[in-house]
Nanobody, 130 residues
Framework: DVELVESGGGLVQPGGSLRLSCAAS????????IGWFRQAPGKEREVVSC????????NYADSVKGRFTISSDNAENTVYLQMNSLTPDDTAVYYC???????????????????????WGQGTQVTVSS
């Protein structure tokens, strides 16, 4: 069975950093689109970033460009999200998801569309507050 487990969330002060991890199991990791998404209280789930584990192509939401970096370690079946210069607006539950393999991962990453994600992790809370 496909399983995604997020970790690394917590409480951090504005301007601080966190690194989230998404450990995947139950599928071959080498050519999938995997993304990070977040949902703040009272708001809809939104895209943060996506990566193709095959060619390494990435995509970022405008709100996190230049601050967040997504990467993958295919040997460890893990995708990371390095988050720097955090602000209170980044407070949310962060989820990782893997896209439906029927779609080309590079195409999925170009849109990072929530509707194309097949499996989701349970989420990890990130709170940015002084």
């Amino acid at each position: 069975d496909v399983e995604l487990v997020e970790s690394g969330g917590g409480l951090v002060q504005p301007g601080g950093s966190l690194r989230l991890s998404c450990a995947a199991s139950g599928f071959t990791f080498d050519d999938y689109a995997i993304g990070w998404f977040r949902q703040a209280p009272g708001k809809e789930r939104e895209v943060v970033s996506c990566i193709s584990t095959g060619d390494g192509s990435t995509n970022y939401a405008d709100s996190v460009k230049g601050r967040f970096t997504i990467s993958s370690d295919n040997a460890e079946n893990t995708v990371y999200l390095q988050m720097n210069s955090l602000t209170p607006d980044d407070t949310a539950v962060y989820y990782c998801a893997v896209a439906n393999r029927d779609f080309d991962p590079v195409v999925v990453v170009s849109t990072c569309a929530i509707a194309l994600q097949d499996y989701w992790g349970q989420g990890t809370q990130v709170t940015v507050s002084s």
